[in-house]
């Protein structure tokens, strides 16, 4: 008799639509059979029902959207330096944060994607000031992470997959 496999069950902790692709790409990679993908809204990720998820998790993933934290510091043409500094420095502690919640109720590996603004329209009009706002944040998030989590470079992952295979921007969704 062969041994019974279990699922890999990965968390995917996300304030992004992931839908209707990923999950079906997710499952695909692992053979069809051998993952359980489950979402876990950002925010939501300390209620008892989602923490027992996360304990239960093989794998948990961060994939955040930027832009739903920061759309008032994000849209402005003329964003100072001052403004800049205090973006990142809250980015960086939201980060901080939520590995901190999830470091507390799992010790399982955590796959953290960095932000990425090629969806975000801003940068045409700012050039790249604004374009450097994500950046320096991915580096001090990058930083903060180093042997607590894998981070993973979500633009050169666009790169290299082509922008029009990640993103539709019409309907907001990633992966085409």
């Not at 923490?51 to 998790?57: A, C, G, N, V």
Request: negative net charge; aromatic residues 14%; hydrophobic residues 40%.
């Amino acid at each position: 008799m062969g041994e019974l496999q279990s699922n890999i069950i990965i968390s995917v902790v996300s304030n992004i639509i992931f839908e209707p692709y990923f999950i079906s790409l997710l499952q695909s990679a692992f053979n069809n059979n051998k993952v359980e993908p489950c979402s876990v809204p950002y925010g939501e990720h300390n209620q008892v029902g989602y923490k027992e998820q996360l304990m239960e998790s093989d794998m948990i993933v961060v994939w955040l959207n930027i832009e739903e934290f920061f759309s008032d510091t994000l849209t402005p043409i003329n964003l100072g330096e001052t403004s800049q500094y205090q973006a990142i420095n809250e980015i960086i502690a939201l980060c901080e944060r939520l590995y901190d919640d999830l470091a507390a109720c799992s010790t399982t590996r955590i796959l953290w994607f960095s932000f990425e603004d090629y969806y975000i329209r801003t940068s045409v009009l700012t050039g790249h000031r604004y374009a450097t706002l994500i950046d320096k944040g991915n580096i001090k998030l990058a930083e903060y992470l180093y042997n607590r989590a894998k981070f993973i470079d979500s633009k050169r992952l666009i790169a290299e997959v082509g922008i029009a295979n990640a993103y539709d921007t019409t309907a907001k969704y990633r992966w085409n």
